[in-house]
């Protein structure tokens, strides 16, 4: 299915006696039912023992977090998958305007996928080589190249490929005093607003900045839609002096309230600021970036739990 849908071959026994189309090997499929045999006999008896003693309760928290775990991994390793095969495609038609630095930088994203799959490894390398050869000799296709990209009917215009900063899209926000008073104030504790806001917005940022090579997307909008949308000025956890209950309901109407106060948004962003809570409240996500930033906070609140539970188990410290 990879090989199928991304264009892409993860690993390759060509190499190894006894393989079958690169895929499978003799030698490393012994040696896989060794580790099995070891897992089924040595090591499951002991795991299993100590999954017994953990209450019901527990044991359902532990799998629902892991499930949630391994759904938001799986998403993210898709979009990687993707946007390398994005990557070889552009590496390949304008291989005269790429830089090393920019080399370096996409190999730096795909360090994982990179570390676990060999081939794709020697793939990138061997792209990268050829270009670093044959840069100075491609020099002059530069501008027609650039030409090209500008005339694409795909969307993938030259400004999105243009390399975005977090601190440029946000420094307003980020210098503003009464923006920086949301330390003072406990979101999911042991984090403040701020600091919840921030991990939103970097989230937002870097899925926004993969996806706008596949999807038209506002990167600017929804970073700063993203860094908004908790700007209420108070702690939820306690009474508030008007009274007022139903903070999941109210507060994006009262973040939007103040952000608009504090800055000049566009209606993209605004959006984004109300409608962050879907669908626990019945504002329905108008745009692309404000479904990419309402999922972002459900990832970002299931991440600050996992490091809350793990603090209060001592398996990591905050």
């Not at 795909?154 to 923006?179: A, Q, Y």
């Not at 921030?198 to 993203?226: E, P, Q």
């Not at 970036?289 to 398996?315: H, M, N, P």
């Amino acid at each position: 299915m990879l090989e199928r849908f991304f264009n892409l071959q993860l690993w390759s026994y060509h190499d190894t006696p006894l393989n079958y189309n690169g895929r499978v090997a003799l030698p490393f499929s012994l040696l896989w039912g060794g580790l099995g045999l070891v897992f089924n006999y040595y090591l499951h008896p002991r795991v299993e023992s100590v999954l017994l003693q953990i209450p019901l309760g527990l044991k359902i928290l532990l799998v629902t977090i892991f499930t949630i775990y391994f759904v938001i991994d799986l998403v993210h390793s898709t979009i990687l998958l993707h946007q390398i095969d994005i990557s070889l495609r552009f590496i390949n038609k304008i291989s005269g305007n790429l830089e090393t630095p920019n080399l370096h930088s996409a190999r730096v994203s795909f360090r994982r996928l990179i570390s676990t799959y060999p081939k794709i490894r020697h793939t990138l390398t061997e792209s990268v080589s050829f270009i670093q050869e044959k840069q100075a000799a491609l020099e002059h296709l530069k501008r027609d190249s650039l030409e090209k990209i500008r005339s694409m009917k795909s969307g993938k215009c030259l400004e999105r490929m243009v390399p975005l900063n977090f601190t440029d899209l946000t420094k307003d926000i980020l210098e503003h005093p009464e923006f920086q008073q949301l330390a003072n104030f406990t979101h999911h504790r042991p984090f403040s607003i701020l600091e919840h806001s921030l991990h939103v917005a970097h989230l937002t940022f870097s899925w926004s900045c993969k996806l706008r090579f596949i999807i038209n997307l506002d990167v600017r909008s929804a970073t700063r839609g993203a860094l908004l949308h908790d700007f209420y000025l108070y702690d939820w956890h306690l009474p508030r002096p008007d009274g007022s209950r139903w903070h999941g309901f109210r507060h994006p109407r009262i973040a939007c309230q103040n952000a608009e106060r504090c800055f000049d948004l566009n209606p993209k962003e605004k959006g984004i600021i109300y409608t962050h809570m879907w669908p626990l409240t019945v504002s329905w996500p108008s745009s692309r970036e404000a479904f990419l930033v309402s999922f972002a906070d459900k990832v970002a609140t299931v991440q600050e739990f996992y490091v809350r539970i793990g603090y209060l188990l001592g398996l990591k410290s905050i």
